[in-house]
Structure formats: C-alpha cells, structure tokens
C-alpha cells in the first residue's frame, strides 16, 4: 500500500484566497483524521471521520475551516479565506477504527506545509 | 481539559547511553496511551498502542511502561543511537474517545 496520500506537500498562498488540501487514506481503513501541527500549539486535532461521516469537529479552529469526505478514498480541509496565522503543516491519517485499543493505531500521510502571506 | 505532559522537552545524549522520558496523563477515564516517532521533515510514525495498567512493551531497543493508576507512561530507549534522533510523541485517549496529544520530547543522540 502507498500509505496515507497527501497533496500537495507544499502551499504558499496569500491572506484571503482559499486553499484546499486533500488526503487519500489507506484503502480499507474506516477512519480518517486531520491534524494541524504548530510550533506554538504542537499537534492538534481538528476534526475526524469515521465511515465518511464526521464524529468529531471540535477541533476546528472557526468557521473559515471545513472539511469533507465525500467517499471512503478521499477527504478535502479547506480554509476561506485563509489568514498568516493558517500557516502549519497539516496531517492528515488513517485507521481501522476510530475507537483505538486493542492495537490500532493512525498512520500519518507526509503533511502539507502551509504558508499564508 | 485534557492535560498531557512529556519532560523532559529536549534531551541531548551520547551515542550508547541509555535514556527515558515520561508521557502524563489524567488518570480517570483512560481508555488508551499511544507512542509516536516523529522524525525531522517525515510524519509521526506509531511506536505502541498501550491499553492496560502495568503494559510493558518493547520494540528491538526501546520499550515503553504504563501506570494508568497515577496517570504517567515511560519510554525508555537502550544504547541510543543517531538514529534514534527524533521527537517522540505521547498521545492519550479516554472513554470518549478523545485524544490529546503531548508536546513531545525531542532528543538527540550524539555520536
């Protein structure tokens, strides 16, 4: 298996306009989970998926913030209008579960480095 | 609020030394610990999943303890090498399923 797909690897945009990363995780795995990591606030949580439906979105920081998963091989977090303060790099993971134990565990795609001017 | 802890935060040793660190966490409501292995420029990578109270596991030169009890987890490595270079990550989840992480500790290893 390829492991968890992110794209792009890097995005530099300007205040305002929109940016749209997108996570293919591993085929198979019911669960999909975005992360934001900053040197100020490490790695969070944002929101995550379980069977393509959202269990949890409390982690996303405000409403410029959304994200979707249309179908089990495919997810989008999109930021309108981004602002400097967006920049991070963003994971995106996968796993069997969303309930872990037992030996499940997430598996981290490469991350998307975000820049906002 | 979920309060999660490493120490130290950095730790630089020579190369053979043996070291460890300390994940804490609450200790009501635990449903499982997580270590991670997040190398410069790559993405975290799972090290152990760690459900029981007194879990001891291993993995070739590192292993990993839990006492959910007084809520902490240490994470020992043995004869470190360069390449164990890297930030290593707790990560805590409860009975609702919420996960924190900790802000990890990132060591050195030098040869």
């Known amino acids: 298996d390829a492991g968890v797909i992110q794209s792009p690897r890097h995005e530099v945009t300007e205040m305002g306009q929109e940016v749209t990363l997108r996570c293919k995780p591993i085929s198979g795995h019911n669960s999909l989970f975005w992360y934001r990591q900053t040197m100020m606030r490490g790695l969070e949580l944002l929101i995550y998926f379980n069977n393509n439906v959202p269990i949890d979105d409390s982690g996303m920081p405000e409403d410029r913030f959304s994200a979707k998963m249309p179908n089990a091989s495919f997810s989008t977090l999109k930021i309108q209008p981004s602002e400097p303060r967006d920049s991070a790099v963003y994971f995106c993971?996968?796993?069997?579960?969303?309930?872990w134990g037992n030996g499940e565990t997430q598996y981290f795609g490469p991350g998307t480095r975000l820049l906002v001017l | 609020i979920l309060n999660v802890e490493q120490s130290p935060q950095s730790l630089h040793v020579q190369e053979g030394d043996s070291t460890n660190f300390t994940c804490s966490f609450p200790s009501s409501n635990f449903y499982a610990l997580h270590w991670y292995r997040w190398e410069t420029a790559k993405s975290p990578e799972a090290l152990f999943v760690m459900t029981l109270n007194g879990d001891e596991k291993k993995k070739g030169r590192i292993s990993a303890t839990l006492n959910t009890k007084e809520g902490y987890s240490y994470l020992y490595i043995k004869g470190s090498q360069p390449e164990d270079s890297a930030t290593y990550l707790c990560a805590f989840i409860n009975n609702n399923n919420d996960m924190r992480f900790g802000a990890g500790t990132r060591l050195t290893v030098k040869p």
């Open positions: 993971a996968s796993s069997l579960v969303y309930r």
